[in-house]
């Protein structure tokens, strides 16, 4: 007996456009979700999804992308709180500026996003929340107390939706992932990726599909009974953290 398929579900991905977030849109399409993505530009997301422009440190676009995507696809089911930047610097000479809009855009940009998802999921008592965090924010690193601070920050986003929405049918799960092959990870020194990947007890950066399709398993069915949890995808890099 075929069973009827599943209806789509409408996905979003902030900063789908590039690098792990694309790699995450991919793995939906292909699982036949409805997705839209991100990306500040407003265009160079992948084939086979809607585009839309958002810089989640402004609440006014990330409204005007919430607002095209439920015009486009209905409130979103599946929200991905990908978007993220680094600013390294040692703590000495890491600057006010510095440290604010690295945590005003991975901290308090993710909790905009959220809230901003929350609204739909709630009426729909149901939805997936995956925030993208980093090894970094509970591992640590030199250069990158930023960085941390915001990636750490995640986790008591998604703990605290947890307890408050857990009872709605809405999940909120943290990914940490180590290091992966984008952009991000390009920028730094060879001699500085070869120290990292020495380190890395699977002695290899990620594809960023291998992150995406644990995004793709938090949001799944499979894993209604999974919240508040932190998931790594680190090749063993943050052990016991
Ligand atoms: P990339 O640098 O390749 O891509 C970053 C994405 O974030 C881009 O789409 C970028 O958009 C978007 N972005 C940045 N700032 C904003 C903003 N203010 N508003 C909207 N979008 C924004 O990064 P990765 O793919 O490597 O990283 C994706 C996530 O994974 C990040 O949260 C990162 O911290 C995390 N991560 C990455 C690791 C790695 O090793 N690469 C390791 C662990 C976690 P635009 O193209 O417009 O700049």
Do not use: C, W
């Not at 040692?90 to 005003?104: A, I």
Request: proline letters at 5%.
């Amino acid at each position: 007996m075929n069973l009827p398929a599943p209806e789509p579900r409408s996905v979003l991905i902030t900063g789908g456009n590039r690098g792990t977030g694309r790699a995450i849109a991919e793995e939906f399409i292909a699982r036949g979700d409805a997705v839209a993505v991100t990306s500040r530009s407003g265009s160079d997301g992948p084939e086979g999804a809607l585009t839309v422009a958002a810089d989640i440190t402004d609440p006014a676009s990330l409204d005007a992308a919430f607002a095209e995507v439920e015009k486009a696809h209905g409130p979103v089911e599946v929200l991905v709180a990908n978007a993220g930047i680094t600013d390294d610097q040692l703590l000495l000479r890491m600057s006010d500026e510095s440290f604010e809009k690295v945590v005003d855009t991975n901290l308090t940009g993710s909790f905009r996003t959220v809230r901003r998802a929350i609204k739909g999921m709630m009426r729909k008592k149901k939805g997936r929340i995956v925030l993208i965090s980093s090894v970094v924010g509970l591992y640590g690193s030199p250069g990158q107390v930023n960085y941390a601070a915001s990636k750490s920050g995640l986790v008591g986003i998604a703990r605290s939706v947890t307890r408050e929405l857990g009872s709605r049918g809405i999940t909120a799960n943290v990914v940490a992932p180590g290091y992966i092959d984008t952009d991000m990870t390009a920028q730094l020194p060879e001699d500085l990726q070869q120290q990292y990947r020495s380190a890395i007890p699977a002695g290899r950066f990620a594809d960023p599909s291998e992150v995406a399709r644990v995004v793709a398993f938090l949001a799944s069915d499979d894993a209604a009974y999974v919240s508040g949890a932190v998931i790594p995808v680190d090749g063993g890099l943050g052990m016991g953290h």
